[in-house]
């Protein structure tokens, strides 16, 4: 059975400051795995996603993220925060495999400091 | 205009009541989900339909029924609802590259 897990369900950093939610994951079948975003009153949009090529996967706004399989996790880092990053982030994994079932982490809300 | 519309955007009813949230997409994908979310919880898939003939339950489906009247549509109903179905509700659709795209969601209220 796939899991996910994000450590830490508030994460705040100082604007400029490196971003870093992680992400821990667990499949018996080669994942996919993506990260969503979520701003207030809004649906939640795809940041980037692995989908087995390349391990580092970089995504919209500045955010990227490393598929690590030895470590079952794929982390999100941005370099630099900034205000407009404030909103919840949600961790995915779905199989290969062709069900297309996802199972989504509990959301890490980020909170950005002036 | 949204790819995927859901409507209504908000809605308060009471106990016992039935509710229909509807979607619709203009991306033209096979797959179409409902999720519901609650705080600390993520998300939560309740039922998913891979074409119109095939409908499956999620997680959570006591309690919620589904219909997939075109390939473009598909509604969650609430045959009878109780407090405790509050809660933020999600359409999503995706097609064979895995990526889901989410309406804007719709927020039940249950008295």
């Known amino acids: 059975a796939q899991s996910v897990t994000q450590l830490g369900s508030h994460v705040s950093v100082s604007e400029g400051a490196l971003v870093l939610l992680r992400c821990n994951y667990s499949?018996?079948?080669?994942?996919?795995l993506f990260w969503y975003v979520q701003y207030p009153n809004q649906g939640l949009q795809l940041l980037l996603k692995?989908?087995?090529?390349?391990?580092l996967v970089k995504g919209i706004n500045g955010f990227e993220a490393e598929f690590k399989k030895s470590e079952t996790s794929f982390h999100l880092t941005k370099p630099s925060a900034h205000m407009s990053d404030a909103a919840e982030y949600f961790c995915?994994?779905?199989?290969?495999?062709?069900?297309?079932?996802?199972?989504f982490g509990t959301g890490t809300r980020l909170k950005v400091l002036a | 205009d949204a790819d995927v519309t859901q409507t209504p955007r908000n809605r308060i009813t009471k106990t016992g009541k039935r509710i229909m949230l509807e979607c619709s997409q203009t991306?033209?994908?096979?797959?179409m989900y409902w999720y519901r979310q609650d705080p600390g919880l993520g998300l939560q898939l309740i039922y998913y339909?891979?074409?119109?003939?095939?409908?499956n339950k999620g997680e959570i489906s006591d309690g919620y029924s589904v219909s997939r009247q075109a390939q473009a549509k598909f509604s969650l109903s609430l045959e009878s609802a109780i407090p405790n179905q509050t809660a933020l509700y999600f359409c999503?659709?995706?097609?064979?590259?895995?990526?889901?795209?989410f309406g804007e969601g719709s927020r039940l209220t249950v008295l």
């Open positions: 991306k033209g994908h096979d797959r």
């Open positions: 692995y989908t087995s090529a390349a391990t």
């Open positions: 995915a994994v779905s199989d290969q495999g062709g069900t297309y079932k996802y199972i």
């Open positions: 999503a659709t995706s097609q064979t590259t895995g990526e889901l795209f």
């Open positions: 339909s891979f074409d119109v003939k095939d409908i």
């Open positions: 499949s018996s079948v080669p994942p996919y």
